[in-house]
């Protein structure tokens, strides 16, 4: 079986993550399979699939198409867009089924909308399409119309918890033939552990150490606007001032869609105007996410949206650290309140707040919560885990 992953970036955020821990676990479980990928830029997922045995081409996306989406616009701003991008798509698509037919596959699995489309129309005749979602589609407008218009062409859809799956479902369900799968991620349970290096985040940040007994709480996120960072930096202005705690917000600008994310500029003028500007420290992009995970004591998720799985918080707990995570979406099936995590209302500064106070105050409970958490992932969201679950997937789409 030929596998060959089209991958709208080539940058790694979570949907990547999640593509490489496939790509390792199908390496690990059928040696025999060969594995494809075509991505639309160049970047860090090139070499980092390469070095899984995955051979790669690069077919970069034009600029149009790629500015294009609409995870924080209006339909109405992006019509015109999508109409704008058109000439350039049909060109693309050209581009693309070379690529793809160079790597000769029996699926097709795309992983991202603007994939999801274009996967379509570039396959290879014959060719299965495999839709791997990653975000609630029925909240974009744009999106939601043109995965509902394309759903009957494709094979089958994989979903990353059952709250995604749901969405999809309402949306297109009963068009797609193969059906919607709900097919957790998993993570990589080696490096992803408590024992290993951890980055130094004060230097990163351009700050003094800070002083022992200080408990490091950090929002670990992309800087997409739903991911809270208000939220969370109310949070630390909401913290008692003498509670030996440093705030850390780790990550940086990501993805080249238009109007979808903050900037570190932004969030330090509100940690300034919040007036704990000399509590937070801005890493910026860490390469190691799981050395920035053991650098903390509390790692903190706080989209206010329903978040569609949240790996972070499978990683973080894998890492053994203590989670607060904002209870909704596909990440409220990661764990159990009280037990492997706390979590708290999305978009609830002073909730998240009291979560905070009550871990930086028990380091009994950090370490109960750390140790659960490890367990819960090596339970439920070790990779072997996700090669058992695609496989039949690949092979009924690619009987159909
Ligand atoms: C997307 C989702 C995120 C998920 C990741 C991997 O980035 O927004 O919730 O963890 O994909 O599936």
Redesign the pocket.
Known sequence: MNVVFLNPSGQI???E??LLDIMASLRAARPDWTLGLVATADGPLVPAARALGVRVAVVPLPETIARLGDGGASRSASLPRLAGALPAGLGYVRRLRRAVRALGPDVLHTNGFKMHVLGLWARPRGVPVVWHV??FVARRPLMSRLLRAHARACAAVVA?SHAVAEDVRGLAGGRVRGGVHAVH?AVDLDSFSPGGSRLDLDERAGLDPASAGTVRVGLVATLAWWKGHETFLRAVSLLPPDLPVRAYVVGGALYETADSQRSLDDLRALAARLGVAERVGFTGYVEDAAAAMRALDVVVHASTEP?????VIVEAMACGRAVVASEAG?AAELFRPGVDALGHPPGDAAELARRIAELAGDAGLRARLGAEGRATAERRFDRARLAAELVPIYQTAAEQ
């Open positions: 955020g979570g949907a993550r999640s990653h975000d990353n991620n978040e569609p799985f949240g790996l596909g």
